[in-house]
């Protein structure tokens, strides 16, 4: 038994009131967020300065009543410690030099990738010490086919057709890539909890566009070895897998990958999760425009979320991340009523 409400629902305990968190709850909504990120000369400096990245993470606990403090890093450090250029453009997301069949076998080889992220396993031990023992504290990172995605791609895309092409011309190089992120994420979220991460997430952001033979190979598979891999070390490890746009796929990613919960995204249908299988912890899943919208339709729509899941452990989330343009007034609300009804 843990008396963190959050901890123990990944772990299938159902709550009277279900727990809340926000992807990503730190960020560009807060002025606070946007202070401190003029500290860092570049977004990747804010994730490797243990000061300024316990300082984001904790600024959404100082507004609102929530559940949980998600470690605040990127799923794109781990091509960087591999030794692949990352940078971030102002208004325009991510941008690396894209990997190519012969630099792949030199990723990670010239530094371990572990020591270049040891600053963000420092910010995980001093947010372990410094919330409250009720909340619990989630580490992360980035599910391969997702990572990889932006490492074969060079940026983000709504279709992700290079890295789609790529693991078709390229199979063996593609299948040496996605292996060398699995080993680094097992290693990467084991150090996460040891350093006093109390459960991870693994993002699957670019679940969808994938036909069921890619979804297996390039979604199920790197997912379900991560989570042996770390369960492997720690047992029993607290795992969410977040496969966003899985749909008909969800069912198969949940039973086959052995994530304790399952991240929802805002285009699941209600109904449809209901059929899930009824001790699998679910957590999400409101459109983050209703909550830039506000008002009675997001108030409904919360209702309604958390009716549906009423019979089973349940996390109340966004089905993916908040953005900026979010009214903070907004946000106290929506943690209002999860919380208090
Ligand atoms: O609060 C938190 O949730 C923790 C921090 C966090 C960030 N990114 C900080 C961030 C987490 C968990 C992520 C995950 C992440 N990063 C994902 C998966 C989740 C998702 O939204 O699908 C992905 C795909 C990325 C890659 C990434 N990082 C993109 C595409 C961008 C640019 C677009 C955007 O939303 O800004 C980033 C930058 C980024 N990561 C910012 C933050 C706060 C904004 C950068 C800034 O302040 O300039």
Not at 75 to 103: K, N, Y
Not at 113 to 123: D, I, K, Q
Request: charged share 20%.
């Amino acid at each position: 038994m843990t008396h963190k409400p959050l901890l123990a629902t990944v772990l299938g305990e159902r709550q009277e009131r279900p727990p809340i968190w926000i992807m990503r709850q730190a960020g560009r909504y807060l002025p606070e967020y946007r202070e401190t990120r003029t500290k860092a000369k570049n977004f990747l400096e804010l994730c490797y300065t243990p000061d300024l990245a316990v300082e984001v993470s904790l600024q959404p606990l100082r507004r609102f009543d929530l559940d949980a403090a998600i470690l605040f890093s990127d799923i794109l450090v781990i091509p960087d410690a591999l030794g692949q250029s990352v940078r971030f453009e102002t208004g325009e997301g991510p941008i690396l030099d894209p990997v190519s069949v012969a630099s792949i076998s030199g990723l990670g080889k010239e530094k371990d990738p572990l020591e270049h992220l040891a600053p963000v396993l420092e910010t995980v031990r001093r947010l372990r010490a410094a919330i409250a023992p009720a909340q619990t504290l989630i580490g992360f990172c980035g599910s391969p086919w997702t990572v990889a995605t932006y490492m074969i791609g060079g940026r983000g895309s709504t279709d992700q057709a290079a890295a789609r092409l790529f693991a078709l011309r390229h199979q063996e190089a593609f299948t040496a890539l996605i292996d060398v992120l699995v080993q680094t994420s097992v290693n990467y979220l084991v150090a996460q909890l040891e350093a006093g991460a109390d459960v991870v997430q693994l993002f699957e952001s670019w679940a969808l566009n994938l036909d069921d033979d890619a979804f297996t190979s390039h979604v199920i598979e790197p997912n379900r070895r991560i989570v042996e891999g770390v369960r492997a070390r720690i047992p029993d490890a607290p795992i969410i897998g977040f496969p966003r746009g899985a749909a008909g796929n969800l069912a198969r990613y949940a039973a086959e990958t052995g994530v304790n919960a399952l991240g929802l995204d805002y285009a699941t249908p209600l109904d449809f999760a209901r059929t899930l299988s009824p001790h699998l912890p679910v957590q999400g899943n409101l459109d983050p425009l209703r909550l830039v919208a506000g008002g009675a339709q997001m108030d409904a729509r919360i209702d309604a979320i958390i009716a549906s899941f009423a019979d089973r452990p349940h996390i109340f989330n966004l089905g993916h991340g908040i953005v900026p343009e979010t009214p903070i007034e907004h946000v106290a609300r929506l943690v209002n009523r999860v919380k208090n009804g």
